[in-house]
């Protein structure tokens, strides 16, 4: 994707990584917490998400986030129906109509956790970042996110997502499957970290989606969608 998150890199806080290693509680993230789902409560409903624990630094930054109310009053500041919502900007909160957004996040960011099980299907969670040119390592941003709408694909179309934005990359089969018949956005698989998915609310991300935006390049819905609150709930 030629540019998809204009975000300022910086170094990784060490407390990432310590989370990680200490997982019975760590600035403030307790073992407990790590079973816990997030249901994010939006002004268009709610949505519940499930992290996934095969990207351990995306799972616990997120959490310690949600825990500390980050994400409380931020927009959803890039919309692109067929394709995904992303937020996730703290300068959203106040941002008057007409305020380029998209550049706002802590001062650090995450290593890129690529899983071959974890890819780009309807529902999935993933962590933006700055582009390829000013970073190739692809890390993500330290709280930057987007839910994947996406469309679904005909065979011929994957084979073409391979050829032409995979680079002659393979979608394994169950992956095929899934984006033929629920769809996703398979030409961020492997460059883009997917950390969780949608568990619940599916038709709260379809109706963000659908919203009037501005067009390009900043795709800002034009009646703000806000999170009112994310919180850690039980799973069910």
């Not at 019975?24 to 939006?42: N, Q, S, Y």
């Not at 065979?155 to 169950?174: N, Y």
């Amino acid at each position: 994707m030629k540019r998809y998150l204009r975000v300022i890199p910086l170094a990784l806080l060490t407390s990432l990584f310590f989370a990680s290693c200490n997982p019975r509680i760590a600035d403030g993230l307790r073992k407990h917490d790590l079973r816990k789902d997030v249901e994010m409560i939006t002004t268009r409903g709610t949505v519940v998400l499930r992290l996934s624990d095969s990207t351990p630094l995306h799972r616990d930054n997120f959490l310690r986030l949600v825990k500390k109310g980050y994400y409380d009053s931020i927009l959803f500041h890039r919309v692109i129906q067929h394709f995904m919502i992303q937020a996730g900007d703290p300068g959203s909160r106040h941002a008057g109509q007409d305020m380029p957004l998209g550049d706002g996040g802590p001062a650090y960011t995450i290593p890129a956790e690529f899983r071959s099980t974890l890819f780009h299907k309807k529902g999935a969670l993933a962590a933006a970042r700055e582009g390829d040119d000013v970073n190739p390592q692809m890390a993500s941003s330290g709280s930057q996110f987007y839910i994947v709408q996406g469309k679904v694909f005909t065979p011929g179309g994957l084979d073409s997502v391979e050829t032409f934005r995979l680079k002659g990359r393979k979608i394994p089969a169950g992956q095929r499957n899934a984006y033929q018949t629920i769809g996703g956005a398979p030409h961020l698989d492997q460059h883009y970290t997917v950390f969780g998915e949608v568990i619940r609310g599916m038709e709260v991300v379809d109706s963000i989606a659908a919203v009037r935006t501005s067009g390009g390049p900043y795709n800002r819905p034009l009646q703000d969608v806000r999170i009112l609150k994310m919180r850690l709930i039980s799973r069910k």
